[in-house]
Each structure stands twice: as C-alpha cells, then as structure tokens.
C-alpha cells in the first residue's frame, strides 16, 4: 500500500478544490471532487479532477461516506466543508482526514480559539463582553458568517443597537476594531520533520468595503452607506522582510500550543489572520487551522515557496506532498484522523 497510487485525494469541489486536485495529481494520486450539481463546470474545464460526483446538496457529503472509503479516498478539509457539516458529522465520518480532528473544536468555538492565541503568547484585539462596554471602534462578527458577510462597525451602545436591528437572534462577538493594514500568512506545518513553513500571504478583496473609497466621503454620507466585509477574492501580498522573523515566531508559538491542547496538534496548512498597526503591532484576529482560499493566487507556487523549493508548490500540492511522505514512511496515521 506504500504508494500514493493506491489512494485517492477527494475535496467538496469548492473554496480551494482546484488547487488542492491539482497538487495531488502532480504528486501522483487519483482526485474526486465531490461537486453539487451545477457548479461541475470548472472541475472539468481545468482537468483537476479524475472523478466528479456530483450531489444536490453539500450536507449529502456525508452519505458518500462508504464509497469514498472503498476508493480508499483521503478527504481534505477547507472552509466550505466546515460550513456544510458540523463538527460532530466530521468527527463521526470514518474516511482518512487530513488533520488532527480535536482541533476542529479549538477552532470552530471563538473563546476556545481565542484562549489557545492568547496561550500562544499573540497579542488579539480586545472583547467588548456587552455593547455597554463599547468606549472605542468596534467590529461586530456573527458567527459562521461565511467570509465576513454582515460585519458592521460601531462606536458606541446606540450605533450598536442601531445596526443591529438588521441582525436579530443572530449569535455575534464585539471586537476592538484595529487601524491598520489587514494581513493574512499561510503557514504548513509538517509533523513528520517538525518544520514550519511560511508559503504565502494574502489581503482580502471585500464588498464595500474596498470599494467605498471610489467615491467621496460626502457622496458616501448621502448615501447612507454602510462598510460591509463580504469576501469576494484575494489579492498576494509580499511583506517587509524584516516581518517575516516574527511571522516564523507566531506560527511556531501557536503550532507548539496546540500540542499541549490535543492529541496530534495541529499541522498541515493553516493561517494566522492579522492586522498589522503603524507602529508594527501585531493583532491577531483569528486563525484557521486548514488550507484557506487566500492561498488561491498561488496555484503555481509564491515568492516565498519559488525560495524554499525548486519546483512550483501550492499549499495543495504541500499537502499532497505531506500525504505521499507519510505515505512512504509507513506513517499514513500521523496526518490523518
Ligand atoms: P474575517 O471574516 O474574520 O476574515 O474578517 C473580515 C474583515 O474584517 C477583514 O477585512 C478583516 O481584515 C477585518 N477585520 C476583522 N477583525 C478585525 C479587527 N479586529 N480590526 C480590524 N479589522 C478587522
């Protein structure tokens, strides 16, 4: 069975898919995009997929269950998935998974994830416990909100209460809104040699709030216009290289921490998500322990991986990489749960 042939890498054909399918074949696996019906398109176009198996809807993943086993499939997780099955349904799902299980708990709970960061020694933005508290700009996050859609500003109790109206029975955190330039750095980490590599950076492209600046701050101010955060692609980022020494030091601290927090710990891709202020302070505003879409631009390699590799590497070709190593060192069981 050592032999990448033997297995086959599957994904939901979304998010990241593309790059993920496309890192595995070039490492030598068989690829499935489990796709829901209509979005089939792309998968095929770009030759990424051997297989496409199309469902009606993403939750029905889950009943492909046996099959995928049967292919001998290792399922890779990304963002969409998270969003379609819960964590008890990944838990219970018996496929080969790329990654530590126990951290998806650590993640997907906003306190657990803010005590292992703040563990981890990163600095965070502040938490206004109650609206009452708000004496500073504040972002206000609902939960699951998928890329941002829906966060507002506001800088006081009756701003809050008044935006908040569009939101109701919707589970939110206030957050210290951080001035600064938004930042987000891909990391993998490989438990098989214990090396943490940084392989990109991103910044998001988001509507409206990349676009309000188009027009004037009066134009703005009649029409009422409201910043929204609804991510709709990603724009590379290289940064200061004298950054990238601290940017080592948080992943580390962070990879280090999850070991003391589960089993495997987490490994893999995963990305530390930041604002960077003027006086080059780092605030941590969240982390996603998985492949994440800002690795997107680079579906043949980044600067960063252009230095440490000699041929292209996306994040999904890393993973596949990772998968056929452990594959070949007998120890299939160390990256999959
Ligand atoms: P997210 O969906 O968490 O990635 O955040 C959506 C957008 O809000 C991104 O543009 C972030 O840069 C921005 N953002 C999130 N949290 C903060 C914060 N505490 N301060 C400033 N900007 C933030």
Redesign the pocket.
């Known amino acids: 069975m050592a032999d990448s042939k033997n297995y086959s890498i599957v994904t939901l054909g979304s998010h990241s898919a593309l790059q993920i399918l496309k890192g595995a074949k070039d490492e030598g696996f068989k690829t499935i995009a489990v796709v829901k019906k209509g979005y089939e398109e792309p998968y095929r176009s770009y030759r990424v997929a051997d297989e496409i198996i199309s469902i009606d809807q993403y939750p029905d993943f889950n009943k492909l269950e046996q099959q995928l086993i049967d292919k001998n499939a290792i399922l890779i997780p990304h963002g969409t998935l998270f969003a379609a099955c819960s964590v008890d349904q990944l838990k219970q799902n018996k496929m080969l998974y790329f990654g530590d299980k126990q951290v998806l708990e650590l993640e997907e709970s906003r306190a657990k994830q803010r005590q292992w960061l703040l563990e981890s020694g990163l600095t965070m933005?502040k938490i206004f416990d109650k609206a009452e508290d708000i004496d500073s700009p504040a972002?206000i996050?609902f939960n699951g909100?998928g890329?941002?859609?829906g966060?507002f500003l506001a800088k006081n109790k009756a701003e809050f209460d008044e935006k908040m109206q569009e939101h109701k029975d919707t589970k939110y955190i206030i957050?210290?809104?951080?001035?600064?330039n938004?930042i987000?750095v891909h990391y993998f980490y490989s438990p098989l040699n214990d090396e943490l590599e940084i392989m990109s950076m991103d910044?998001?492209y988001?509507t409206n709030?990349d676009s309000i600046g188009r027009i004037s701050a009066q134009d703005q101010l009649d029409l009422h216009l409201q910043t929204s955060?609804n991510?709709i692609g990603n724009i590379p980022i290289v940064a200061r290289e004298s950054m990238l020494a601290e940017f080592f030091r948080m992943g580390r601290q962070v990879v280090d921490r999850s070991k003391e927090l589960t089993n495997q710990g987490m490994f893999g891709p995963f990305c530390l998500?930041m604002?960077v202020t003027p006086d080059m302070e780092y605030?941590v505003?969240?982390i996603s322990a998985r492949i994440v879409a800002g690795s997107n631009p680079y579906v043949d390699g980044s600067p960063y991986t252009a230095l440490r590799y000699s041929e292209p590497m996306s994040t999904g070709r890393r993973i596949a990489r990772e998968i056929k190593n452990a594959i070949e060192q007998d120890k299939l069981d160390e990256v999959t749960g």
Request: a neutral charge; zero cysteines; proline letters at 7%.
């Open positions: 933005p972002i996050k909100a890329g941002g859609k966060y957050q210290e809104y951080i001035i600064g938004p987000y910044k998001r988001e709030v955060y991510i998500e604002v605030f505003f969240e």
